[in-house]
C-alpha cells in the first residue's frame, strides 16, 4: 500500500498592493464574506496539508492578528524586505525544514481559484513525478502577466516575466498563474541558485523551473479549466471585479440547488452563507456572514441580512438583520431593523418601522407598525400597539420587560421596565405603564381629559380654525340653519 503524500502550503502575502492606495494590506480587504487571503486558505484546506506557512511584510501584525481569527493553524513568517517570490519561498521553507513531500505555493491576491483547481494540480505534480508543477491558463489579454514558454515538444522550457520577455514571448496567451506544485527537497536546492539579476532586482521564484529543466528535472504544466480562477488583484477596479465574477459564480451554485434569484446582478451572498431549496431571494438583497436562509423562505426585496437565520417559509421584505433569530413563517417588514438577539417565533410579525433589540417574540404575537422593541420578551399570540416604546435604560442599566400570552397593549404605551403584563391583561392607549400589570387586568395610566371650552375663539381670533369653530358652534346651535344653508 502506497504511503500518504506528505503536504505543505506557502502562501506569499508579504506584499504592500501599493495600487489599492489603502491602509488595510491587500490580502486582507475583504470579498462576499472572506478576505482575499481567506479565499485562498479555505482553496488549500482540503489537501489537508501538515502544515501552512504564510509569508507576512507589509503590515505584518495585522495579516497575523487576521490569520489568528481565521487560520489558527497557520504559521506566519516575516519577510522583512520583499526581495521577490524566490527569496519568500526561501524564507517559508527556514522556518518549516522538516517539510518534506510536495510544496503548493499559492498567491495570496488569488480569491476565486477552487479548491478543485489545487487539488488537479496537485494531482497532476504527484502523479508526474515532477520536481515543478505550474498553473498556467490560456487568457484573452496577458498584459503584464508572465508567459509559459514551451518547446517544440510542447514541454515547458521556461518562465517568463513580462518585463523580461521578448516581443515573441509577449505574444503568447498562456500564462503562468503564479501558483505551483514542489518537490520540497529538489526546490530547496534549487533556491540557493536563485539570481537577482534581471529587470527588478529580485529572486524570481519561477526561475527554478529554467533550472530544473537544464538539470534534466521533470516539469510540468497544469491549465486550469476557467482562466479567471487565476485572475489576481492590484487595485479596487481589479477587486470590484472579482466581487462581480465571484457573486455571478456563487449565485449560478446557489440557482442551481433549487434556489430562485430572481435578479442575479443586483443579489449578493457571501460564501459562507446558506441557503436552502425553493428560496426566493428578491433583487437589491445581500446576505452575509453566516446567514442560513429556510427553505421557501422569501427574502427581499432590498434586504440585508448579517448572521441571521431565516426559517422555513418565512418572509423578510425591506428590512435589515443582524444577528437575529427568524422563526418559520415569520413575517419582517417591510423598513423593519432587527438587531442582535432579536428572535421571533413561528408565525411572528415584526412590521413598518418597528426596531427590536435583545427581544423575545413569541408564537403569532406581533408588533405591527412605530415601535421599539428593547431587552424584552413578549409571550405567544400578544399584540402591541402601534407607536409603543420598551424603555429599557434608566441612563445606568438595561431592564427587562415582560409582556405575557394573549396581551393586547394599546397605541401609543410606553413599558418602563422592569415591567411585567401578565396574561390576558390589556393595557389603555397612551398609558405610561410602571408597575406589574396582573393577568386579565386593564391598565389605565394616563391623566384625566380636560377640555378648556372656547379657547380657540379668544386665544386665536381671526385664525382659520377660529372661523371654523365659529361656524360649527352656529350650526350646533341652529339645525335647521345648517340644513337650509347648504341648499
Known sequence: MSQPHLRTVVVLAAGEGKRMKSALPKVLHPLLGRTLIGHVLSAAAPLAAERTVVVVGHRAEQVREHLAEVAPQATPVLQEQQLGTGHAVRIALEAVPEATGTLVVLNGDVPLLRAETVAALVDTHEGAGAA???????????????????????QLERIVEERDATPEQRGLREINAGIYAFDAARLREALGKLSSDNDQGEEYLTDVFELFVSAGEPVAVHVAGDHTETLGCNDRVELAGLRRLLRDRVNESWMRTGVTVLDPATTWIDVTVTVERDAVIDQNTQLQGTTVVGAGALVGPDVTLVDTAVGEGASVVRSHAVGAEIGPQASVGPYAYLRPESRLARKAKVGTFVETKKATIGEGSKVPHLSYVGDATIGAQSNIGAAT???????????????????????????????????????????????????????VARGEQRNVEGWVLRKRPGTPAAEAARRAGENASDPAGAASEGD
Open 132 to 154: 515543478a508543477t505550474v498553473l498556467a491558463a490560456e487568457v484573452p489579454d496577458p498584459a503584464g502577466l508572465g508567459r509559459i514558454v514551451r518547446d517544440d515538444a510542447g
Open 389 to 443: 416604546v420598551f424603555v429599557n435604560y434608566d441612563g445606568v442599566r438595561k431592564h427587562h420587560t415582560t409582556i405575557g400570552n394573549h396581551a393586547r397593549t394599546g397605541a401609543d404605551n410606553m413599558f418602563v421596565a422592569p415591567v411585567k403584563v401578565g396574561d390576558g391583561a390589556y393595557t389603555a392607549a397612551g398609558s405610561v405603564i410602571i408597575a406589574d400589570v396582573p393577568p386579565g387586568a386593564m391598565a
